[in-house]
């Protein structure tokens, strides 16, 4: 199924732990993605690592100018947070914002407006 089909029908693709192991550039350009995942690694020590900071600052740049979004996973603090807020990252996840639930607890969410 072509990369149009597959949005026709609402499926997207991302690229989870970009970065890191076998992530390539080439997939960049080779894949029908639409998401980019910053791994956790990168997130950890984004506010007292320059190497972090600067890797994280780069794939935000590099996943824009492709038109992609970016998911920051493993936000546990809030300089993590607005650090990638502040640079532009378009998602983020996180025991900051909330810890894994069951899908039953998301309908009282949904409904509480919480």
């Known amino acids: 199924m072509s990369n149009g089909r597959l949005c026709n029908v609402g499926v997207t693709l991302a690229i989870d732990d970009f970065g ?3 992530s390539s550039l080439a997939y960049l350009k ?3 993605i639409q998401t ?3 791994d956790r690694s990168f997130v950890q020590n984004i506010e007292t690592n320059q190497s972090d900071a600067a890797i994280s600052l780069a794939t935000l740049a590099l996943a824009h100018s ?3 979004k970016v998911v920051a996973e493993g936000i546990e603090t ?3 947070a607005n650090f990638l807020r502040e640079n ?3 998602l983020m996840q996180g025991y900051y914002f909330g ?3 069951s899908a039953e607890k998301w309908p009282e969410h ?3 407006g919480s």
């Open 110 to 112: 949904w409904l509480n």
């Open 99 to 101: 810890r894994p639930e």
């Open 66 to 68: 492709l038109k992609l």
């Open 30 to 32: 080779d894949l029908p």
């Open 20 to 22: 890191t192991g076998y």
């Open 88 to 90: 532009g990252c378009d």
């Open 78 to 80: 809030v300089g993590q």
């Open 36 to 38: 980019l995942k910053l």
